[in-house]
């Protein structure tokens, strides 16, 4: 995972710049961390802010909105429960969200909300089919 540490919180506009016309980037609270499949992990976010869908078909806002996301790596993330994080993945067309150890996951700053929302309207994403979201 990508970390944000050395570049004064600003990190997450270098991943996000370099990946305007794929992926998501959403924040939300982290609920839950389950085994599997394989070797990695399942991780389900209660959603707080979606800024770009990667082609799922979110709600905006994402009132009672969760999403899971694929972690093949069982040691990346490190996140914990209850915490709310800045989560930039990708989205695979057979496994739906997923957040490989190239992602960008960072504990997420009120103060992030509005670069978040310029960029998303700089690099807008198209909605397609829902994979992996819960309404």
């Known amino acids: 995972m990508t970390s944000d540490e050395g570049t004064g919180g600003r990190g997450f506009l270098l991943w996000y ?6 992926g998501t980037v959403v924040t939300g609270m982290m609920k ?3 085994r599997g499949p394989g070797e990695g992990l399942t991780v389900t976010v209660n959603l707080t802010g979606v800024y770009k869908t990667g082609g799922l078909d979110l709600p905006s806002p994402p009132t009672d909105t969760s999403l ?7 040691q990346c993330p490190p996140m914990k429960k209850g915490i709310s994080y800045l989560l930039m993945g990708q989205v695979e067309e057979n496994r739906g969200p997923i957040l490989p150890p190239e992602s960008f996951v960072v504990l997420y700053r009120p103060t992030q909300h509005q670069i978040l929302t310029n960029l998303s309207k700089r690099c807008p994403s198209k909605t397609v089919q829902a994979a992996g979201s819960q309404a």
């Open 17 to 22: 710049s370099g990946r305007a016309t794929s």
């Open 32 to 34: 839950s961390m389950v």
């Open 68 to 74: 899971k996301f694929y972690v093949p790596c069982k």
